[in-house]
């Protein structure tokens, strides 16, 4: 693509990146979550992989395939965490750590340091998401060569 | 922390866990892999016999996701909020299913497949399902049935299609995908219509609210068509032949055992879900479409030339024998109960029989793949010089998928004969007519591939391949000549679970 489009895209790639952030992080206060923040920041990839070819991201597809697995993983092991209660159970929350504190009852604008695991199975899942389907679209621009068609 | 109390989750969240790292493994060393495996599948197999021992000696075990302790089922109000997971004998037993097929075939897999040839996407897909698998057996709650059916369904989709250098995979694949798909969006569907009407997603719950009104049937017309999508029943059975031919054949028992699961998870909205507004016109629907199924994909399978398409159409029609048992036992067990009992426990033991036999067929059929280079009935013959222990695998599996006896075949479709002769002479006519087809059909694949002259020198067969095929085969013999003790110890209870234990599993989960 033409040097317009790939200054745009630098410039782009990390504000999506902050703002599928943005969306995991605050996945348990406002609309959104994981899953689509994870969707938002792998647009990041998609934008670079218009921007400057699937070949020159072939060496992101390792990393985004582990970041995959890890994502999975951690998942699993924060349902673990409470398996001396109950598997899923949240052990965290009301704990006073991060994400600790104690949700206040009534109507209020939402406090981040709420929710327990949640907010962290929140983000485990964005980086499975921006993993996979990173992963997955890297593949296809593989797979489809190099040129327009 | 007590370890039986948490084994149903256990046996779910550890596949689970053990599919993730798989890949992890796989880039540090293949060897550190195979261990992870042993490690996760020996763990997996150890819960899920931990689970149907507590579950056959105790009680239906139970187990709140997230809640304050594994028997906190109801919300204050009385209400089941989470996640529950409810174990009766049923469950337990296809659970034990799953352990033995997924066992067998990751044994067979090790010397099977090719460490080049995407061994380590074939063996986390493979643990994936069987998670899945767990997940669907042990889930008290229906839009977790819908979630773990799903995650079935692409790890399914994965291991049909992952060779995509092989002839025709990602073609089988695409068309197991759609059929996966749709049937999961009735799924989906009717849940939807379910939790409109009565707010509710708990099976056990949903049981006791439901009414029968024409919203809930079209929600059970909905949930049946889209189990039996999955489960392969003619007239929704065209993706499984292919599925079955293009896959691996580590893979190929994964997904039989996958096909009885969706049909466990139909037999229990018939009976649990639906069980207080039963109708006989459902049974013999039911009836109808595994009598359907077992003529016509034996009838197919006479036309076969292919080796693995000719023994997935007679997968396919075992499928219909289970329908045709359980269906029996739907009609007749309100007017009859001793009779319904029998059909009912007949499709049940034939699941276990089905998954051994033509798992052992499709295990043979991947030996004869490997060392004859071929599956093409023209072009394969004399392998029975040879390939000695493969030969017998083969004949003693598709002898008991026909129904000869002392073979397991024949223990649970006598009874599926007797009972169905019952309602009405002309069913068993037509299973038997059935049986009698597959009997040909082995017949002519037996002597096509396996007698005659050499024509080539075909490879050795792996011991591993062997031995998992080997131990299969015990299961036909053990299964054929003392069926009574089978019956008697773990297909009677799972029967009992369908229609006497309703009650019990009410109770269980809402605690009244």
Known sequence: MSVVVRTIARILVPVILAFGGYVILHGHLTPGGGFQGGAVAASAVALLLVAFGAPSLKKLKSPLSVLEDLGGIAFVVLAFLGIGTTFFFNLLAGSGGLFGAASPIGPNAGFLSTGGTVPLMNWAVGFKVLGGLGAVMVLFGLFGGDDDR | ?512
């Open chain 2, 1 to 512: 922390m007590n370890l039986a109390a948490h084994a149903p989750i256990l046996a779910v969240a550890v596949p689970l866990l053990g599919a993730f790292a798989l890949p992890l493994w796989a880039k540090l060393r293949p060897s550190l892999r195979d261990l992870w495996l042993v490690l996760v599948a020996g763990a997996t197999a150890a819960l899920t016999v931990l689970v149907a021992v507590q579950v056959y000696t105790v009680g239906i075990q139970v187990y709140t996701l997230g809640g304050a302790w594994p028997l906190d089922t109801l919300a204050p109000g009385g209400f089941p909020i989470r996640i529950v997971l409810a174990v009766d004998a049923l469950s337990a037993f296809m659970g034990l299913i799953t352990a033995l097929v997924a066992v067998v075939g990751f044994a067979y897999a090790w010397r099977y497949l090719v460490e080049d040839e995407g061994k380590t996407l074939a063996l986390t897909l493979g643990t994936l399902l069987w998670a899945g698998m767990l997940g669907m057996a042990f889930t008290g709650d229906l839009f977790n049935l819908f979630v773990f059916f799903e995650v079935t369904s692409i790890a399914a989709c994965g291991l049909v299609g992952y060779r995509t250098w092989a002839s025709r995979g990602p073609e089988a694949a695409f068309k197991t995908m759609v059929m996966y798909t749709v049937g999961g969006l009735f799924v989906l569907l009717a849940i939807a219509l379910l939790y409109g009407e009565y707010g509710a997603l708990n099976l056990a719950y949903l049981a006791r609210q439901i009414t029968g009104s024409v919203v809930d049937r079209i929600a059970l017309a909905l949930l049946l068509g889209g189990l039996l999508m999955k489960a392969g029943a003619v007239p929704l059975h065209m993706w499984a032949p292919d599925a079955y031919g293009e896959a691996p054949a580590q893979a190929v028992i994964l997904l039989v055992a996958n096909t009885q699961i969706s049909l466990y998870a139909l037999f229990r909205v018939l009976f649990t879900l639906y069980g207080g507004v039963a109708d006989p016109a459902i049974g013999w629907l039911v009836v109808a479409l595994g009598t359907l199924t077992l003529l016509v994909a034996a009838l197919m399978a006479v036309v076969q030339m292919d080796l693995g398409r000719l023994v997935a159409f007679g997968a396919v029609s075992q499928i219909g024998y289970m329908l045709l048992g359980v269906g029996v036992g739907l009609t007749a067990i309100a007017a009859r109960p001793a009779y319904g009992l029998v059909a009912i426990q007949g499709g049940i033991f034939h699941m276990l029989n089905d998954a051994v036999a033509i798992g052992l067929l499709f295990l043979a059929v991947g030996a004869v793949e490997k060392a004859a280079g071929n599956r093409n009935l023209a072009n394969l013959g004399g392998l029975g010089h040879d390939l000695t222990w493969t030969t017998g695998f083969f004949l003693l599996g598709s002898l008991a998928l026909a129904g000869i006896p002392p073979l397991n075949g024949f223990a649970s479709k006598l009874m599926i004969y007797q009972s169905s002769f019952l309602l009405s002479p002309i069913l068993s006519a037509l299973a038997i007519l059935a049986s009698i087809l597959l009997l040909a059909v082995f017949v002519k694949a037996f002597q096509g591939a396996f007698l005659g002259p050499k024509l080539s020198q075909p490879k050795p067969v792996p011991v591993p391949m062997l031995v998992a095929m080997g131990v299969l085969a015990l299961g036909v013999l053990a299964l054929g000549l003392f069926p009574e003790l089978v019956v008697r110890h773990l297909v009677a209870p799972a029967a009992d679970a369908l229609w006497t234990g309703r009650d019990l599993y009410l109770r269980a989960v809402l605690g009244r």
